[in-house]
């Protein structure tokens, strides 16, 4: 079997793998934070922790705190009763909170079970020995369903949307976790459009060449070293970072595979770059359309420059598409 046949079953395997499995949560490469034009920071902590890390995630709708003292930080739900504890023994839950429920999702709209009691004695659940979590609290992020008023009367300016606090309870002591929700409008995406669009006519306009093997193999190698480029940006699941950089890796080394089979078969003069550079594109598609709202957000949970990204993303879909049709 010759290597580009290999390559092109290799495709074709990468293809179903990545395709049939796909929803919802693996609409962006790798699994990573989304872009937003939400932006979330804290700003104080109240009295000092020690051994206690609190981080905000960019969006600001996810806390993580990370206990490595051998005192117990109690987090409490939004009718302040317990929630979390997180300590020596790890992270326990009340399951009687309705802060448990409520949190599963970021719009907070989970339906309470009968057993959610404020007033009732914590049923602790163990969740982890370490003492390490990360949860959804509506308290720091945008709850609507449509942007705020503010935004909506002004678009074209960045706005403070909330200035929040989250309390917690170190060995008994009270502190308060202070932060700001953020809201920044979106760049334009015109210049990014125009690029993707000459692109992708640059493509098209190669394949119709009379000889064209060489210009498309060289379109090729481009298209995927972009690819490379933006899955080296793009930031991966902090729950399953391995099969994150995996599952998101897959595609680009088929593409990678194939490309070298075809610079083989150009050099022997029996060139079938056309079809390969076609099922190359689009691999490299179904890398980089996911990541297309990098255009017209503003804050990029990106390994790089905001600029770089945006360039990556813009230039694997335009040249991808060309390359494709072409």
Request: charged content about 10%.
């Amino acid at each position: 079997m010759s290597p580009l046949v290999r390559a092109l079953r290799l495709a074709v395997a990468v293809g179903v793998l990545v395709v049939v499995p796909a929803g919802p949560a693996a609409a962006h490469v790798a699994g990573g934070p989304v872009p937003s034009n939400y932006s979330g920071v804290i700003t104080s902590i109240s009295a000092p922790m020690p051994g206690v890390q609190v981080t905000l995630s960019a969006s600001g709708d996810e806390l993580e705190l990370r206990n490595d003292s051998d005192v117990e930080v109690l987090v409490p739900g939004y009718s302040e009763e317990p929630y979390l504890r997180i300590g020596p023994g790890g992270v326990q839950r009340n399951e009687r909170s309705p802060a448990t429920y409520l949190n599963a999702t970021v719009q907070g709209d989970s339906a309470l079970p009968p057993q959610t009691d404020t007033d009732a004695d914590p049923d602790w659940v163990t969740l982890s020995s370490s003492a390490t979590f990360r949860w959804h609290d509506h308290r720091t992020h945008w709850m609507g369903t449509v942007l705020p008023p503010a935004v909506q009367a002004d678009p074209g300016n960045t706005h403070l949307i909330s200035s929040w606090q989250v309390p917690l309870s170190y060995g008994g002591e009270s502190v308060l976790i202070n932060g700001t929700l953020t809201w920044t409008p979106p760049p334009s995406s015109l210049q990014w459009t125009v690029l993707a669009v000459a692109l992708g006519v640059s493509a098209v306009a190669v394949a119709g060449r009379t000889r064209w093997q060489r210009p498309m193999l060289g379109l090729l190698v481009t298209l995927v070293g972009v690819e490379i480029l933006h899955l080296v940006l793009t930031p991966t699941a902090r729950d399953s970072p391995v099969f994150g950089v995996v599952a998101g890796s897959l595609p680009t080394v088929a593409a990678l595979r194939l490309t070298w089979g075809s610079w083989r078969s150009v050099r022997a003069g029996t060139s079938t770059v056309g079809y390969v550079a076609g099922i190359a594109a689009w691999l490299v598609l179904v890398q980089a359309l996911p990541d297309l709202d990098v255009l017209w957000n503003s804050q990029l949970p990106a390994a790089g420059p905001d600029w770089l990204t945006r360039l990556a993303v813009t230039v694997a879909v335009g040249l991808g598409t060309g390359v494709g049709l072409g």
